[in-house]
């Protein structure tokens, strides 16, 4: 078990479930960095005593230094602000941040050699081969946090030679438009959007889940976390969310791993990996589901995941691109300026923006990243 931990993004949904598991086992925070959600940050800062805390939003960091002037945490502003707490030694970085703004904290938690435990996926799917590279050449360890992701990582323990996997199977929850035709998705509003059966989570990855984008970026990053093709790794829709994953082998057996649907778990697991502690979350107990159903996914209709196989069989910049193109087109359809379908519009569209370049670094992520979020703007000026 590891004794500290730095968590960056610690007041969104994960950040905060990340700190009921550090409360549970006495883990000493090093560092905590949030956006702009100071009034949390307050309480964390004050329950946790980290040696140094960073706000993105340099107004509200200098509200926060004054408010929290009593105790012995340093405050630091802007996103330099939050890399230097991504760099800090620490057992494990837990980088819970959303969306792009993820990708250079990881980059400097890699680069100062510090373990990772990722619940941004945006990170490997723009980031791509540069991070996975980058943490073999650090010789550190990514460990997932997405409930997916951990599944199928503990669905693997015990495989001693990775030829024998045959494929992975992601499940997905469909969201809450599942069995909905592209014409009936046209006139969905931000609140049915907002409205997920399952999982309870921040605004961008319910949106991402509404329009099956976020299991689109999933099969990039289990792509890119477990070293397989698109064409190995499927997607089921199971609307229960109780088998968070599972992996195929060789001789067809298949193995999963199955709970309730709590973040709790992963989080817990990428920070006691390799062993196994008493957890905060509930015991699963199946009886009390009737039914667990399978499905295959309207491919048709949600064709963000089709978008998204494409990017990453072109491989080079073009996940950034949709990754890019799907980050502007959730905020645009968040603040009314689209409709929800005119998200699925907007990362095809990206796909013919000529990014399949390979050899890129970090800054050639970034620079797609802002071209490709203009040209998606401009897609919907007037
Ligand atoms: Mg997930």
């Known amino acids: 078990m590891i004794s500290n931990l730095t968590v960056l993004g610690s007041t969104g949904s994960i950040g905060i479930q990340s700190l009921d598991v550090a409360r549970m086992h006495g883990l000493k925070i090093n560092a ?6 100071t009034d949390v940050l307050e309480n964390q800062i004050r329950e946790f005593s980290p040696r140094f805390a960073a706000v993105a939003d340099e107004d509200r960091a200098k509200d926060l230094k004054i408010r929290v002037a009593d105790t012995g945490t340093e405050i630091l502003s802007g996103p330099g602000g939050v890399e230097f707490c991504a760099s800090l030694p620490a057992d494990t970085v837990l980088n819970s941040i959303v969306g792009i703004a993820g990708l250079v904290p990881t980059a400097a938690a890699i680069d100062a050699g510090n373990r990772l435990a990722l619940a941004n996926k945006e990170t490997l799917v723009a980031g791509g081969d540069y991070i996975t590279n980058l943490a073999k050449e650090k010789g550190v360890s990514i460990l997932p946090v997405d409930s997916e992701h951990s599944a199928i990582f503990q669905s693997l323990q015990g495989c001693r030679d990775k030829k024998q996997v045959k494929k992975l199977i992601l499940t ?5 438009f599942f069995g909905k035709t592209r014409e009936e998705l046209k006139t969905v509003t931000l609140e049915n959007a907002l409205n997920h059966p399952s999982w309870s989570m921040g605004a961008k990855i319910t949106i991402d889940s509404a329009t099956m984008m976020n299991k689109g970026l999933e099969i990039i990053e289990a792509a890119r976390l477990f070293d397989m093709k698109s064409r190995d790794i499927d997607v089921v829709v199971h609307r229960q969310s109780v088998i968070h994953s599972l992996v195929m082998y060789s001789d067809n057996s298949v193995i999963a791993q199955l709970g309730v649907p709590d973040m709790r778990i992963p989080i ?3 920070l006691t990996y390799p062993d196994r502690f008493e957890s905060p979350v509930r015991e699963l107990d199946l009886a009390e589901y009737a039914n667990l ?9 949600f064709r963000c995941m089709d978008y998204c196989r494409e990017a990453l069989d072109r491989g080079g910049l073009a996940t950034a691109a949709v990754n890019a193109a799907n980050e502007k087109a959730n905020e645009l359809f968040r603040n009314g300026k689209i409709g ?8 095809e569209a990206s796909l013919g923006c000529g990014y399949d370049k390979d050899n890129f670094d970090i800054n050639d992520v970034l620079e797609t990243d802002r071209e490709v979020r203009a040209r998606t703007e401009a897609l919907w000026k007037n």
Do not use: H, M
């Open 172 to 176: 997905a929850s469909g969201g809450p």
């Open 32 to 37: 905590l960095t949030s956006n702009v959600r």
């Open 293 to 301: 159903t399978f499905e295959r996914p309207d491919n048709e209709t």
């Open 340 to 347: 929800f379908t005119d998200i699925f519009r907007s990362v």
């Open 268 to 270: 817990q697991y990428a």
